[in-house]
């Protein structure tokens, strides 16, 4: 049986390496994906049910356009019997056509089966998805590859952060004072 935080680190290896084999260890056969998309710089249909069509979305066809992904979930990973969890994301990426720079945050809120471990419903919800010029790239890069890997703490995140101003609202998301993860442990819930 999966544990909750192995089915999240399978689903960021899957869509990250460009791997769509590897959703069958994260999600269920009829699991179902919801986008909430808050900016008009990347669009994802909103509702996605089963996991061939999840894996045409998050994996497939996101790989035909990004390449360099690296993806963060924020905070402390679950608990390994969590029915459910939510926590902030921050994605970085390359274009793979205009070679430019792509950094994104939002909210994951994940439920998993309680049988199996896997994500029976996953929330993806995007708050802001900046594009910056191929020139900071590098930067970019050079930032994403040194920080903790899936689970990264916020404040390491954004002390390490370069100095680039269409970053400004990622960074104020991913720093604001609202849960960056939680997971009702017997009826209660953890915030870090």
């Known amino acids: 049986m999966n544990t909750a935080q192995l089915s999240i680190r399978q689903y960021i290896k899957a869509k990250d ?3 769509p084999h590897l959703l ?3 999600f269920a056969p009829d699991a179902i994906l919801d986008m909430v998309v808050h900016t008009g710089s990347i669009s994802f249909p909103p509702h996605v049910e089963g996991l061939g069509p999840i894996g045409d979305v998050l994996v497939r ?6 390449e360099n992904v690296y993806t ?3 905070g402390h990973p679950p608990e390994p019997q969590a029915k459910t969890f939510q926590c902030k994301w921050l994605v970085g990426m390359s274009d793979k056509h205009s070679g430019e ?3 994104g945050c939002g909210l994951y809120e994940w439920q998993f089966s309680p049988e199996s471990g896997l994500v029976q419903r996953l929330t993806i919800t995007i708050e802001h998805m900046k594009t910056l010029p191929e020139t900071d790239l590098h930067c970019i890069m050079e ?3 040194h920080l903790d890997y ?3 703490r ?3 995140l954004v002390s390490n952060a370069p100095d680039i101003d269409s970053l400004e609202e990622v960074i104020q998301y991913v720093t604001a004072n609202i849960p960056t993860c939680s997971s009702p442990v017997d009826g209660s819930s953890l915030s870090q």
Do not use: H, I, Y
């Open 150 to 152: 899936p689970w990264c």
């Open 72 to 74: 963060f979930c924020l």
């Open 143 to 145: 930032w994403l590859s």
């Open 61 to 66: 066809r996101f790989g035909q356009t990004f």
């Open 24 to 26: 069958d260890q994260a």
């Open 17 to 19: 390496g460009n791997r």
């Open 154 to 156: 916020p404040e390491m």
């Open 101 to 103: 720079a792509r950094v």
